[in-house]
């Protein structure tokens, strides 16, 4: 069947570009937040709220410990966390940027942020002990951030995508700390499947 052939969708696809350039221009001050945004602006940016605390605790503890690890195998280990930090710390700045286009201000009050946060800050006392804490703390957020994109759907794909895209991240950081916690553990590998 040609393209040309195929029903034709009940539902109108394109907009009257008259309309459209008229809705703009009266809803200036909405920024990006047009009428066919479908979630709720303000439970959105709270929730990115708790993203960005979870984050910015993700990146204050991959901080510490790469500072504070130590051992005869743990210069690794520290390059690996100080790497997680960076990349915690640029997923902060995206939801920030995200939270700010929506029409809402960045939470970056240390005081709120671990009320907020959906991983804990824990410091472990030993290299293994550190390494645990993180993989606890991605797993956390894996399930959260899944959680999230299930909920955004199609009402907000744009912190949808977002969200997806720090989340391939988050695995790769749960699958380097099960690594390493299996490398240091000495434990064997979990089995595939």
């Known amino acids: ?107 970056f009050n240390p005081e709120n942020l671990t009320g907020r946060s959906a991983s804990q800050y824990a410091e472990g006392e030993n290299l293994v002990d550190m390494i645990r804490e993180n993989l606890i703390a991605e797993r956390i957020a894996v399930e959260h951030y899944r959680e999230l994109i299930r909920y955004f759907g199609n009402d907000d794909p744009t912190t949808r995508v977002m969200l997806e895209g720090i989340l391939v991240t988050e695995e790769e950081h749960a699958d380097d700390m099960h690594d390493l916690l299996v490398m240091h553990e000495g434990k064997p590998m979990l089995p595939n499947g």
Do not use: W
């Open 1 to 107: 069947m040609s393209i040309a052939d195929r029903p034709r969708s009940k539902e109108v696809f394109l907009t009257d570009i008259t309309e459209l350039r008229a809705r703009a221009r009266h809803h200036l001050n909405d920024g990006a937040v047009t009428p066919a945004y479908g979630a709720d602006v303000g439970k959105t940016i709270d929730i990115l709220q708790s993203v960005l605390a979870t984050e910015l605790v993700c990146v204050l503890r991959y901080t510490a410990h790469s500072i504070n690890a130590s051992g005869l195998s743990s210069q690794s280990v520290k390059q690996e966390f100080a790497e997680h930090a960076r990349e915690e710390h640029a997923h902060a700045l995206v939801v920030a940027e995200r939270i700010t286009q929506l029409g809402g201000k960045p939470d």
